[in-house]
């Protein structure tokens, strides 16, 4: 068959299929035309991660993994697909301005949509800080004759990046994240980019929320072995919410260790997804969902507060304390 209608089925079964085989083979069949065609391969390593003032922007082949992780990526395209349906009934069916800030070597999170978009109907900005990614991309969409979907091609900063104002995007896309919101720089990019959006807009993820919790590892540990059962936790409260009603600098949170804890020893911060309405990843669906061990909770710490403070600069990250009674 054909590589261009191999293609064309591939992004279509995506958005067709759940289940986890499948998915499986898909997104590898995906990696061998994406990999031929941007010269970029998962599993070759031997580039590097940029340094930013916000954060670590991952390496081309590293951002090239990401697609294999399969409920990521089918979570993400199935929301981006709903978000672009939305929009077009919104906006009267005006072709759909797209953002993709953070694009890695194949531009994952968008290049499915030209199998069930035309270019009359959407239409990208691909930006990413890396000129090999970004040069990656431009190469595989200029050989599979994609090069009709892009307004431009944009090497820049996502955290600083001033949109021209004619071409303010109906959607963004930035998946430019870890678990815990650690690392890279996925909150700078949404406190930049999320008030350039165009008013009604939508920018995706809609929301991520960080809580604190108490687990018990054991427990956890079980029931990866009985589908579906979610071991018994306690929550503690929310340590951070950035979302499209939420997008602003947050000031350090207090939460309470109780005094009883029932086993649940292990203090943790649990990420919590929504990619758009009810197209969601949950804790270990994928790595930027996997829980975040903080501390043991030996007796001295029960009863006490905890203050969480997220650190931005160019490594982002949660800092918590304990806080003694009385001072
Ligand atoms: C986690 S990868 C995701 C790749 C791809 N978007 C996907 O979802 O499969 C993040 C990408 O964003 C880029 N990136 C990270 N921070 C950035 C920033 N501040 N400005 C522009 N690009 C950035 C990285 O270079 C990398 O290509």
Do not use: W
Not at 10 to 29: K, M, Q, V, W, Y
Not at 66 to 72: G, K, Q, S, V
Not at 111 to 125: A, G, K, R, V, Y
Not at 150 to 164: C, E, G, L, M, R
């Amino acid at each position: 068959m054909e590589t261009k209608q191999r293609l064309e089925q591939l992004h279509i079964a995506i958005f067709n299929e759940r289940g986890i085989a499948t998915l499986r083979d898909i997104l590898h069949d995906l990696h061998e035309i994406y990999s031929n065609y941007s010269g970029i391969r998962v599993g070759d390593m031997t580039d590097s991660d940029i340094a930013l003032p916000s954060g670590k922007a991952i390496s081309p082949t590293g951002a090239a993994h990401c697609l294999i992780e399969m409920a990521r990526t089918s979570k993400f395209l199935q929301g981006i697909r709903k978000a672009v349906l939305q929009l077009r009934s919104e906006f009267n069916h005006e072709p759909i301005r797209i953002l993709y800030a953070g694009c890695g070597p194949y531009a994952t999170l968008v290049t499915p949509l030209t199998s069930i978009f035309s270019p009359s109907e959407i239409t990208f900005d691909i930006l990413d800080i890396n000129e090999i990614s970004l040069g990656a991309v431009k190469k595989m969409y200029s050989e599979l004759g994609l090069l009709a979907y892009v307004n431009n091609f944009i090497k820049a900063d996502a955290a600083t990046y001033q949109i021209p104002a004619n071409e303010k995007p109906h959607l963004i896309i930035s998946e430019t994240m870890n678990a815990g919101l650690k690392t890279e720089p996925q909150v700078e990019i949404m406190l930049n980019l999320m008030p350039q959006l165009m008013e009604g807009g939508i920018f995706i993820p809609e929301k991520i929320a960080v809580d604190a919790y108490l687990l018990d590892p054991g427990k956890e540990q079980a029931s990866f072995f009985v589908g579906g059962e979610t071991p018994e936790r306690l929550f503690l409260g929310n340590i951070y919410t950035i979302g499209q009603t939420n997008c602003v600098k947050h000031p350090p949170t207090i939460v309470k260790i109780p005094k009883e804890i029932n086993g649940n020893d292990q203090l943790s911060m649990l990420t919590e997804i929504t990619v758009f309405g009810n197209e969601q990843l949950h804790i270990y669906d994928c790595s930027l969902t996997l829980p975040q061990k903080i501390c043991k909770i030996d007796d001295d710490l029960k009863g006490k507060d905890v203050q969480f403070s997220y650190i931005h600069g160019p490594k982002p990250h949660f800092e918590h304390h304990f806080i003694t009674a009385g001072l």
